[in-house]
């Protein structure tokens, strides 16, 4: 297992990380308790979803985010693209601009998360499961794969799932890994303003078919071919 570098598991980190996120949480309070009046206008169920995912040395722990789909989401496949008919009116809005992403900043809060790491794993799709890292709000992965829904929309159904465990998976994987080992304060603090950047001013995503053997050209179609090829860099070394 990799050894972390100081700032990813440093006291620093996870003091930044409950300044930023009591700041947000207490900006973005009116804004929540709107968020969560038009989801359950929008569709019945509840404000929030919640669910199991694998943090820091494989403790489970509940994330939080608000509802973006219809309540029994459960019974179509684990991935969502584009045009997923189980996302809602008020879900797909929410979705576009990150506001799902809101309550998480609780887990942050919490200890379960971090504001920049990699994105926390369902049990099932957890490799490691001693993960040395808390997952994140955002990531280096998070930001090369950021139109990943819309990536897969071109990918059959049956394939779905073996197409992103065999191309996707790893490379976000792979990310993580390279980017939690040269994390830093000034490279999260980059992180963050790309992630903001990227969700007050979203990029219009060009309507391509995406290569279904190949996520790194998947990556470069998404506009994130300097991100991409600088962590692919690393590959010989780790």
């Known amino acids: 297992m990799l050894q ?6 440093s006291l620093q980190k996870r003091a930044f990380d409950i300044i930023v996120s009591a700041v947000i949480l207490a900006c973005t309070f009116f804004i929540g308790a709107i968020v969560c009046v038009l989801v359950r206008l929008g569709s019945k169920g509840p404000a929030l979803f919640r669910q199991s995912r694998v943090g820091l040395n494989g403790k489970l722990f509940t994330v939080y985010k608000f509802r973006t789909m219809v309540e029994d989401h459960r019974n179509g496949p684990g991935l969502t693209r584009h045009g997923d008919h189980r996302l809602t009116s008020v879900g797909k809005v929410l979705r576009r601009l990150k506001l799902d992403e ?16 990699p994105r926390p794993k369902l049990p099932e799709y957890s490799v490691v499961s001693d993960w040395r890292y808390r997952p994140g ?10 139109h990943e829904e819309e990536m897969l ?23 993580d890994r390279w980017y939690m080992r040269k994390a830093s304060f000034v490279s999260d603090l980059n992180i963050i303003w790309r992630t903001a950047a990227a969700c007050l001013a979203p990029s219009p995503v060009r309507r391509r078919a995406v290569p279904r053997r190949t996520a790194i050209r998947a990556a470069e179609w998404a506009g994130e071919r300097g991100s991409l090829s600088m962590a692919l860099e690393t590959e010989s070394v780790e």
Do not use: H
């Open 4 to 9: 972390a570098r100081c700032w990813s598991k």
């Open 153 to 175: 929309r071109d990918i059959p159904g049956d394939e779905l799932e073996a197409f992103y465990d065999s191309e996707i998976r790893p490379r976000k994987a792979r990310l």
């Open 102 to 117: 809101i309550p998480q900043f609780y887990n942050v809060l919490r200890g379960d998360m971090s504001l920049v790491g």
């Open 137 to 146: 709000i955002t990531g280096l992965a998070t930001l090369v794969f950021r």
